[in-house]
């Protein structure tokens, strides 16, 4: 029910239960405010956003309130414009500014500073304090973020954001006398995950960007475009920020379903590979077997191609989980569907298909990140989720506060009253439950953690459906720890509102799918409304899995029969993907082997055509993430030399070859709507997403702000006048600060400006309400949606638990969020934060086998010897090692598997 208020005259109809600040927000009202943020809620600390509030019609004086704190409520009167409140206001600011630095023409921030936007918001123009300046030292906080504490105006968003919000404690606010310093105890990197987000919810240049720093443009005068994260599963929104043809900046996009404010800091800072000197620009051949690749013209690259096609009669296509939809299904029409496989070993392919096929047929819903926030129980099963996805850790941490906040809420204190509520709530969190092989970054806010192999977490959780549901498979042979434990969770389980199960493919157990799939299935059984998160890899495994196609170990199999055939690779190292032995004998046995891609691996060594490809920042196309949902990315720069988008590259092939004489695709959209109308899982896609003829008032979307300066004296050096901007036909966006203004369908939203508002905070203004939805909708449609028609047959349990063996320890997958991804690994700032390869023991083995923290040691596992660093790990148990997995050096492991352990002697 609505209620109505007046503001500066004006009745409104608004939303109970929300504070002055953000209902006038959502109203369009500009107040000004630094505190507030609408995902971490109100504290009054910087007294900015006052305003007058009147008792009743007859009040002609008021009195000043702080709009933050202030709930609406029927019968409201409030006056934004009053001259007493102004004023109030105005102060504020100027006693804020009397140690501000006058640094704006040389600070990172300017000209996209809230601070800025509010000091001109309040009509302050002149300073009138003439005495010295307080000012501070600043600290080296590692390769991410850039701090300068003298402009900081104590609005404690950082270190509420950074504790409070994403569970950091090396970071906190220190002071004494009229001294305040946010920042460490001592210079060193933040080591929080999500520290880059600092960078945006600081509202002046306290925290900048460091990599944006090592090769700085003004933030007017980058081009945008509305892009995805392609470091993971989870399909984050992302604006990428493009000047003189290098990516500059990974900025946030907004998207009330999936990440919301936040990033990353793999996804935030993981971009630098797009301007990496190694980058493939211009085609190579192969002259003979004996020769490197050498770039060649595009005349003798179309006879070499014309040859290859004309003289090879079978050719075999090898997508990848990181190539969009549109490049895969492109590569599946090229070598027929009979001869596209997925570019992944068999186990993950069983592992994928296992998820989709649960998720399809079963009856738990596949939540979006939003979801997982409003949970009341978490159950993780076998993931490390901060390593793996972190986001989805970011929306447990979330999720663990909701008991807290259902309590201050009964007790009458607004859920957006965050000091209070914090205060009134102290510790009490919802019930997390991890489940994992050693110790994880969300083990502080665990109700109960359980360290086991991942058999056993999968028998934990077969006894959990059992217990939820007598018609579920029973479990033998469980100890009475765990019979304890399941049955802990089992009651916490069957009273929970939103009961979430998460688990993933990354601990390469199907035991883990299932137990969880059985878990979920019992809970709805019961009358509940279970969500159930399966956490995929990369950035479309689950689009990749919706399409025809078999695993990378069938396609070695398909070459031992003798035929001749050529090879097309896209977007894959498939060093990464098997064995290094099996993927020398498929590509000895291919001829000519094509690859595809944008960066040197040891794949496009091996290569008698390199063709360069687009990354995501040069390219378009759909990803589905691991909840379904289909999700657009746009280029924000055209591809440099002779690289193209990849679904160009195959479409120009497919017109070589002699089975495909007449290709008509010749924009993005044809090869979109002739995906979406030939496999019937992407039929949703076709018209969700505005095609390149969508015009706003005529005119196309522009991807530079009103603000932008031009681009005359980029190439000065050749010509004093400005270039044409870059034609984008395929593309509903144009490559100009011309344009509609009018904001566009929430896919489509390339920045954030509105007058008044050049920093972030005008995103605000285009949300239906802060902390809500865009406006229009958040981008991206589900494909997957539960059914309650379907229903999935219960699982089988694992039948035995593991049980160690005298020298020999089970091996599993240890991932980082730095390192196991390839992309970002090859961005300078993401290198620096790299860890050597390793492995994990507890001390107790270790000191038997003779070893130490940092030691070198052997490892035997199967017939592959690696040499790491031992690393002690105390939560990890007896007879199990966690190996790095993915990370740079590392070769491919196909994990879990029994291993044994020697420590090098020095």
Known sequence: MMIKVQIDGTYYEVTPGKNLLETCLTLGIYVPHFCFHPAMGSVGACRLCAVKKYKNADDKKGRIVMSCMEPVSDGLIVSVKDQEATAFRAAVIEGLMINHPHDCPVCDEGGECHLQDMTVMTGHNYRRFEFKKRTYNNQDLGPFINHEMNRCIQCYRCVRFYNDYAGGSDFAVLGSHDHVYFG??????????????????????VFTDKTLKAHYTRKWDLTNAPSLCIHCGVG???????RYGGLRRIMNRYNGAVNGYFLCDRGRFGYEFVNDDNRIRKAQIRITKDKNLEETPPEKLTTALSDAFFGTKRWIGIGSPRASLEANFALSCLVGKDNFFHGISRKDHLLVKT???????????????????KADVVLILGEDITQTAPMTALAVRQAARNKGIDSTVKSGIAEWNDYARREKSQDLKSPIFIASSFGTRLDDIAEKTYRASPMDI??????????????A???????????????????????????????????????????????AEALKLNGQHPLLSFLLPECNSMGLGMMDGKSLDDAIKLTDGGESAGLIILENDLYRRADKAFIDSLLEKCNPVIVLDHLVNETTLKADILLPVG????????????????????????PDGSAMESWCQIRDLMRLSVNHEEVLWEKFDDVANAMTDQIPAFSKIKGYFPDADFRILNEKIKRQTIRFSGRTAISANIDVSEPKPPDDPGSPLAFSMEGSDEVPPSSLVAYYWVPGWNSYQAMNFYLDEPNGSLKG???????????????????????????????????????RIFGSEELSSKSRAVAARIEIPFILMNYGEAEELGGKDNDMVRLTLADKIIEVKLKIDNSIPAGILGLSTGLPGMPYLELPGMGKLTVLKS
């Open 355 to 373: 998820a989709i096929a649960i998720l399809m047929n079963g009856t738990a819903r596949s939540p979006s990140l939003k979801e997982i926030e």
């Open 236 to 242: 984050c929104n992302t604006i990428a920020g493009e």
């Open 184 to 205: 460490r105890h001592q210079d060193g990197i933040l080591e929080n995950e999500f520290s880059g987000n600092l960078v945006e919810v600081c509202p002046t240049g």
């Open 458 to 471: 999968a028998r934990l959780g077969f006894a959990v459906a059992a217990m939820l549901n007598k018609n």
């Open 615 to 638: 990354t995501f920042a040069e390219s378009e196309g759909t990803l589905v993430n691991n909840e379904g949902r289909a999700q657009r990315f746009y280029r924000v720069l055209p």
């Open 777 to 815: 909708g958040d981008p991206g449609i589900r494909l997957i949606e539960a059914s309650a028609a379907n229903h999935l047959l219960f699982f089988n349990p694992v039948a035995l638990s593991f049980r160690s063996r005298s020298g020999e320890w089970l091996v599993v997958p240890a991932y």
């Open 473 to 519: 498979p029973q479990v033998k042979g469980l100890n009475e720890a765990q019979k304890e434990l399941a049955k802990e969770i089992t009651g916490v389980l069957k009273d929970a509102k939103i009961p979430v199960i998460i688990t993933g493919i990354h601990s390469g157990s199907p035991d883990m799918l299932h137990a969880a799939a059985n878990i």
